[in-house]
């Protein structure tokens, strides 16, 4: 049987919630004060989650400080402090909601873990607005 | 691969917990001071959660200003500031466990929401006693 | 210089907040749904705090063992699974708002507790609500 | 002797630390990452505190439902979801720090509620930074 | 379809992070702090699962208190103040890693639990780092 | 009027409560299981506040990148991964209880941060015991 394994970061950002597609109508229709053009942000808690087999020498699964570096290095280093749609590439064409965050942070992370341990993302927009990547 | 989406919701209530068909002596042995004849009461904490994909032109699984919304309407509306024994109509005859007032808000919200979603309850009765349905 | 040293205890509780000189519509006029007649409850978190210098021999302003032992003998288990206004004598006359439990409990301890500490309780009726006694 | 009643709310918005007398060079010097041209953004945790004696015929200090329409009135209505720079008058020449956020929030809210009540703030900016207003 | 009741314990305990087939200067470099010869310390937090169905009688999967007296006596009371290499028999030759306290804790308990329900153990190592067993 | 900021850090640590002067017995009876010879441990919650003005330029009371740093650097340092009582100075004739530790910490900081400011230090040894210093 497997074992998960959890580190929480955090990253506090600036995004708006936008269908270029759309118009300013439509757009304030849909995502409402989300979508004000001035932008408004979050604290947002991350937390990244491995599943696997603990190693019989060292008894981890995967080693929580190597994990937390590749968060930092990877991830928070991109997002913290910066204003998702204009200081990243990754949500030039993509709207920054939790789910399209959560997706994309996978996706990072995917190419720096290897392929033998499960890899879930569990993202905190507020304390009431969550979500979870992938789930089943 | 699905994105779950959550929001998190609460109510107070008072409650009892109690069996009809047993005598007060076997109701208190089993439930304890949670039987108290005068009830007792709890800050529940809701956490609904759905599954899907999120939308192509919204990014959204599921709009969150709408899912707390239906969650008002249907759930915290009847059950906050509520004696759940008296003032509803769910736990007449249904002891108020945890248990069973997750699986009576997961009926009530099945019924409000597409099937294309997975639908899940957790329920917090105190920071040390929760529960979630369905689980697997 | 004084140390504060504090204690986290919990009880959970049915009430009804209602002023028996008045008429049903102006409790429900001023106090809303708190005032449901068949009672509603919460997740009461308390903070007892003492005031003092650490003793040379031990270390500590007070036994925080002691501390909690107190509390429980002489608060939490009055209060714990309670409906204030029915099963204790202190809310027989006196509305059990949060402000007046935080009075009630500073008297019940300061009867306990030597007046060379100084005394303060901090009361969550939820999250978003508390209170404090005495203030200054 | 007094007691003190405290409501939460919260509010997320967007922000950046700048000193318009000031080169790039200096604001970036001073306030580093906080000071990012395309703005950041918090979940602001706003924690309002009255200090009183309740009322003989209430139990209340103040009615906390009465508390948290007023900062949802005058503070979060203004400020939730919006550029705190851009969108509000009160920091197109005040450094919106969580400092001079929380000296704001009070000049607000004192003008709402009446000199016989104490007032105070404090304003969580992140889980790990935050600031009262006034302290003594 | 099955329920999932958790209870939530905790325990304060030191431990050292150590492999004694390997040199001291091993150790350190796969270990770091955590291997610190003096040892170091954390507050668990634990958390109990099982899944089942409500029990038509009582509307319990497992009665709260009892899974609460049974970690007591079989987890915490060996665990709580205790240096898990010093003092515990589980961990004189298994590395006591978040991911090995875990499968060792699921391991009592299903001794204590009957089969037909499910056990899962979610263990805090601190607020930033945690573990499941098992994880799928 | 003074504004007061708050940064929270936190370091694990093992200690033990003992005092050399005692019998064993006697240690064991004032001390509890807080006295096992081999040490057990904690994740220690860390806050520390400054009293000041707001700096016109700056709108900061104090910087608290800085202050981090210097929480960092002369106490977190010192302490994290650590067993007081065996691998700090501060403790080897000092009793490590909370009381204690706090006021070593009030002492360390005192010496770096300009007198202009108020120091305060709240210290959470678990999530229900914590220490203030200096109190009032």
Redesign the interface.
Known sequence: ??????????F????R?Y?P??SDERNEQ?????S?P??????YELIVTL?GE?DS?????Y???KLSDLIREHVTSRF????LN??TAYFKN???????I??VIWRILRQQIDNQYDLKIKLYE???????????
């Not at 998960?4 to 955090?10: F, Y």
């Not at 913290?80 to 204003?83: E, G, R, S, T, V």
């Open positions: 049987m497997k074992v998960a394994v959890s580190r929480k970061e955090h506090n950002a600036a995004h919630l269908n597609e759309w849909i995502f409402g004060k989300c004000n001035h932008f408004h942000g979050h604290n599943l603990p020498d060292t008894g981890y699964v080693d929580m400080k913290d402090h910066k204003n204009l200081d993509l709207n920054p909601t939790a789910e399209n959560a997706i507020t304390e009431r607005n969550f979500v979870e990547y992938p789930a089943h």
